[in-house]
Each structure stands twice: as C-alpha cells, then as structure tokens.
C-alpha cells in the first residue's frame, strides 16, 4: 500500500539556472500523512485554498512515500 505526503512549503527564490531540492530543499511549512490517494489530494485542495499558496509564496507538494500498488513482495511477506 502506497502512503501519500502532502507537503506546504515556502517559495524561494531560484539561485543559479535550477532548483536542486536534494541540496537545498524548499522549507517545510506543514506535513500531513494520507493513505490513499483521494486523500491527499483533498488535503492538497484544502491547501491550495490558502492566502499565499494562491499568491504564490506557497507550494503545494503531493509525494507517494512506501510500496507501490501491485508491487511484488520478496522474502514471504
């Protein structure tokens, strides 16, 4: 079963010509947890509702975190 996080995070600025999230990630405003999809995309409209995610000093992030839907388990699980 795949979990889903649904993150509100702060816009930067851009340095240099692209954003490298793995370096230099965007900070964390607010994580939440979901376990379906539906879910978190409702939270995510929830978000998108916001003052500054509308005016863009905001983002909204949906990240599948866990095992895939239809993954193979290995070892007996």
Do not use: C, N, W
């Amino acid at each position: 079963m795949t979990r889903f996080l649904v993150v509100l995070t702060d816009v930067r600025p851009v340095e240099g010509e692209v954003r490298d999230e793995r370096r230099d990630p965007e900070r964390r405003r607010q994580v939440v947890g979901a376990s379906s999809r539906e879910a978190a995309d409702r939270i995510a409209g929830a978000f998108m509702a916001l003052g500054m995610v509308r005016a863009g000093r905001q983002r909204v992030k949906v990240i599948a975190v866990g095992r895939r839907h239809g993954a193979v388990s290995v070892g007996g699980d």
